[in-house]
């Protein structure tokens, strides 16, 4: 006997978990995952649908009480059937509910205004012809004659042309319609946000290093297509390319796209949307022409569903976009490519709180498609998989246009005691000045937006708090202090609310006080500034990229944002004003994304055909952190991090939870995260689970938003399985136990930063 297990569709939490029921013997062949199914529930026997996710032999559940599958839908699709084993898997990974699954998977049919492209066309010939416009003559019906006129030469006339050209009302056009004269016919456009204007074919041949990474991928690739690649073989599967940043990893996944295309495959390319720019997207337009769509966060939801609407109707076969294109319902996926993979946002943020990656592999296996990860800086995860034959490893070394930069690294400590008390280093001053002589552009670089940019009283120490948050208020430029967790804003106070001195200022080096700080320094120099102050209005980091890649500033002044893989080839030198920042962050990747951010900046520099200059200003030269990324030595810098977290037990040599739970209620979030820990030891005793570390509860980093509460309890153990099974124990306590009333409770399989 064969037996489903359906997701119900009802939007209710209690319900989310799969019902078994029987398939019937003449159901057996016709049911699949993802089937759209019929069954009884309830006490009532409600004819109900759901979702198949499960086909098995066996159940758990006495088989005299179970119901039997009704009927199956007809016109399931395979691609959808796809798409709710894929919500399955994510949900049963990272502990999400299925429904909110499969709203993160399946875009929502969205009403949208449809570009409808309407044509007039002529429906009558012969006699009838010559009898209407006899009539029409006899009427005086000037307009009904006009129209019919030009029809009778062209026949088909698209309708704008009609009422704008013609003028010709829409009530003369429904009359004649009526009349039966013409028939409107009406052909859904869905918008294509990709403007392809004719260009110049892309003739770029690979170099020698290119060409071999790009032909062993395409022979894994035809083994793949072809069968002789298994399912779960990884090492062909999914490939690692570690290229230093300018090698040319774009040009290969352009050749593996075409590879994959003449195969009749389609295409997934992800690239973090801050990097989604005018530029990029032109590379893959320049060879792919209309084939290609993107999605971005700035276009409408509506439009965002078009674009999967066009994928699922073949349309379109490459498909670019930040993480969520992973859901583009294509047919005939052969390849996924995720390019800087290392990249935070690839991680979803809200729940389900995904992994890319990890849902890019399992989409892999399940379509039968390559995956291609490349980065300059690969994840520690990434490498680590590579370096033991998960991943097949591949290597771009060479730069094909420009030299990598000199990089120098400045003590600060030596600058203040030489008496430099500004923030920019005597090195950086003049290596500035030279630029702007030799009308060179600069980009500096400083690791958080509005860093330490907090008030304070110098005379009680009172720090100016957010009511809401538990975090510091940051000053900004237009007199108001600004919480950049909830955007609570107050006016600057002139004196002290505490003790009403007037001694009241603020400190430390945001982007504005820097972008002053030049003004003041180099009085002539132009200078950008962008930081999420500057950028949060629609399309406003373009703009402001575009201004400078237009030479319309000297210096651009940022925070993260402006080391992503922008190409500028009149970039010659790249600061870095407090390099250690994030080495500050008191989590397990702070050493990481240290070296990540400071080779990827240095890595801007020189892209073009004159030198670069590097210059890292720090308090800590000696980290490894630091010294690793002046010579771009990521192999020495793994193997010193790789170390550190097998010592320490971190990912990804073993797995690590974070179960952050949430509360308006202090007291009950306190009851809670008790019951939690409780649970998780009993548990760690009864199964006798040595390895199991559990860290809390403590408060999060961050123990309030928005008057919200967080707290956190962290797991971590070599095998995932175990934390999975706690989590499962977990959901079904907190579904019962009337102490999880009022506390959210979200697991975090991959927690990367802090809570
Ligand atoms: P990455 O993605 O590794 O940072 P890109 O693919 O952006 O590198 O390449 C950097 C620059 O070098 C681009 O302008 C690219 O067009 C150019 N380039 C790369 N490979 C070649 C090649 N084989 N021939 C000519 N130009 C190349
Ligand atoms: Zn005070
Ligand atoms: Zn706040």
């Known amino acids: 006997m064969m037996f489903a297990n359906i997701i119900i569709d009802i939007s209710h939490e209690k319900l989310d978990r799969p019902f078994g029921y029987i398939i019937p013997r003449r159901l057996e062949d016709v049911i699949c995952v993802g089937s759209f199914v019929k069954v009884p529930f309830g006490k009532g026997n409600r004819e109900i649908s759901?979702?198949?996710?499960?086909?098995?032999?066996?159940?758990?559940?006495?088989?005299?009480?179970?119901?039997?599958?009704?009927?199956?839908?007809?016109?399931?699709?395979?691609?959808?059937?796809?798409?709710?084993?894929?919500a399955y898997f994510i949900k049963t990974e990272y502990g999400s509910t299925m429904n909110r699954a499969l709203k993160t998977v399946i875009p929502v049919k969205q009403k949208v205004k449809h570009i409808e492209k309407q044509t007039i066309v002529l429906n009558i010939s012969g006699d009838e012809l010559t009898d209407t416009v006899a009539a029409y003559n006899k009427k005086r019906a000037k307009a009904k004659l006009r129209l019919i006129n030009e029809l009778k030469e062209v026949n088909k006339i698209p309708k704008d042309v009609v009422v704008d050209k013609l003028n010709i009302t829409n009530s003369t056009l429904k009359s004649m319609k009526e009349e039966g004269v013409i028939v409107i016919e009406s052909e859904t456009k869905y918008r294509n946000p990709v403007n392809v204007q004719a260009q110049d074919e892309y003739d770029i041949v690979?170099?020698?290093?290119?060409?071999?990474?790009?032909?062993?991928?395409?022979?894994?690739?035809?083994?793949?297509?072809?069968?002789?690649?298994?399912?779960?073989?990884?090492?062909n599967r999914i490939h690692l390319i570690h290229g230093i940043t300018g090698s040319g990893k774009t040009e290969v996944y352009m050749e593996l796209i075409e590879c994959a295309v003449e195969n009749g495959k389609e295409v997934i390319v992800l690239i973090p949307e801050i990097a989604l720019t005018y530029q990029t997207v032109k590379r893959f337009t320049r060879k792919f022409k209309d084939k290609v769509s993107i999605i971005n966060s700035k276009l409408s939801k509506g439009e965002r569903y078009d674009q999967f609407e066009r994928a699922k109707k073949g349309e379109v076969s490459i498909m670019i976009g930040p993480r969520s294109a992973l859901f583009t319902p294509f047919n005939n996926l052969g390849l996924i490519i995720i390019d800087e993979e290392h990249e935070g946002s690839y991680k979803s943020d809200s729940v389900p709180k995904y992994?890319?990656?990890?849902?890019?592999?399992?989409?892999?296996?399940?379509?039968?498609?390559?995956?291609?990860?490349?980065?300059?800086?690969?994840?520690?995860?990434?490498?680590?998989?590579?370096?033991?034959?998960?991943?097949?490893?591949?290597?771009?070394?060479?730069?094909?246009?420009?030299?990598?930069?000199?990089?120098?690294?400045?003590?600060?400590?030596?600058?203040?005691?030489?008496?430099?008390?500004?923030?920019?280093?005597?090195?950086?001053?003049?290596?500035?000045?030279?630029?702007?002589?030799?009308?060179?552009?600069?980009?500096?670089?400083?690791?958080?937006?509005?860093?330490?940019?907090?008030?304070?009283?110098?005379?009680?120490?009172?720090?100016?708090?957010?009511?809401?948050?538990?975090?510091?208020?940051?000053?900004?430029?237009?007199?108001?202090?600004?919480?950049?967790?909830?955007?609570?804003?107050?006016?600057?106070?002139?004196?002290?609310?505490?003790?009403?001195?007037?001694?009241?200022?603020?400190?430390?080096?945001?982007?504005?006080?820097?972008?002053?700080?030049?003004?003041?320094?180099?009085?002539?120099?132009?200078?950008?500034?962008?930081?999420?102050?500057?950028?949060?209005?629609?399309?406003?980091?373009?703009?402001?990229?575009?201004?400078?890649?237009?030479?319309?500033?000297?210096?651009l002044v940022g925070t993260q944002m402006i080391v992503k893989g922008h190409d500028f080839p009149n970039v010659t030198l790249v600061g870095v004003l407090a390099a250690d920042m994030s080495l500050y962050a008191s989590d397990y990747s702070a050493a990481e994304r240290t070296f990540q951010l400071l080779t990827q900046a240095a890595g801007r520099a020189g892209r073009g055909s004159k030198k670069g200059d590097v210059v890292i200003q720090t308090y800590t030269p000696d980290n490894y952190s630091i010294v690793y990324s002046k010579d771009q030595d990521y192999e020495s810098f793994y193997r010193e991090e790789i170390a550190y977290r097998k010592l320490m037990l971190y990912p990804p040599v073993a797995r690590m939870t974070a179960i952050l739970m949430t509360s308006?209620?202090?007291?009950?979030?306190?009851?809670?995260?008790?019951?939690?820990?409780?649970?998780?030891?009993?548990?760690?005793?009864?199964?006798?689970?040595?390895?199991?570390?559990?860290?809390?509860?403590?408060?999060?980093?961050?123990?309030?938003?928005?008057?919200?509460?967080?707290?956190?309890?962290?797991l971590k153990h070599l095998d995932n399985s175990v934390l999975i099974q706690i989590k499962d124990n977990l959901e079904k306590l907190i579904e019962t136990d009337g102490r999880f009333d009022d506390i959210n409770v979200s697991f975090d399989f991959t927690p990367q930063g802090n809570y």
């Open 206 to 235: 690979l170099n020698d290093e290119q060409n071999k990474v790009a032909s062993e991928i395409k022979q894994a690739m035809e083994g793949i297509y072809s069968g002789t690649v298994l399912k779960d073989d990884s090492l």
């Open 355 to 555: 992994n890319a990656i990890e849902v890019a592999a399992h989409i892999a296996e399940t379509t039968n498609s390559a995956l291609v990860l490349g980065s300059a800086t690969p994840s520690l995860d990434s490498y680590y998989k590579a370096k033991r034959g998960e991943y097949r490893l591949h290597t771009l070394t060479k730069r094909e246009k420009g030299n990598l930069a000199d990089v120098h690294v400045v003590d600060l400590r030596d600058e203040l005691h030489a008496g430099n008390k500004s923030i920019f280093s005597f090195k950086l001053q003049k290596l500035i000045q030279e630029r702007l002589e030799r009308k060179e552009q600069t980009m500096l670089f400083i690791n958080r937006r509005g860093y330490a940019g907090f008030v304070s009283c110098r005379e009680c120490g009172v720090v100016m708090k957010c009511p809401h948050c538990d975090v510091s208020l940051k000053a900004h430029n237009n007199g108001k202090l600004i919480c950049h967790y909830c955007g609570y804003e107050v006016p600057t106070p002139r004196l002290c609310p505490k003790c009403g001195s007037k001694y009241i200022a603020g400190f430390g080096t945001g982007t504005q006080k820097v972008e002053m700080s030049i003004k003041k320094m180099f009085p002539t120099a132009r200078v950008l500034r962008m930081d999420l102050d500057t950028t949060s209005k629609k399309g406003g980091h373009e703009e402001i990229l575009s201004a400078f890649a237009n030479g319309d500033a000297d210096i």
């Open 50 to 86: 759901g979702f198949v996710i499960e086909i098995t032999d066996e159940t758990d559940y006495p088989v005299e009480k179970m119901k039997e599958i009704m009927s199956v839908s007809k016109n399931k699709e395979v691609v959808t059937s796809r798409l709710i084993e894929l």
């Open 664 to 714: 308006k209620n202090i007291d009950k979030l306190d009851c809670a995260v008790g019951v939690a820990s409780e649970y998780i030891k009993s548990f760690k005793e009864r199964n006798n689970q040595k390895m199991l570390a559990i860290i809390g509860p403590a408060d999060a980093g961050i123990a309030r938003i928005n008057d919200v509460y967080r707290k956190v309890i962290y």
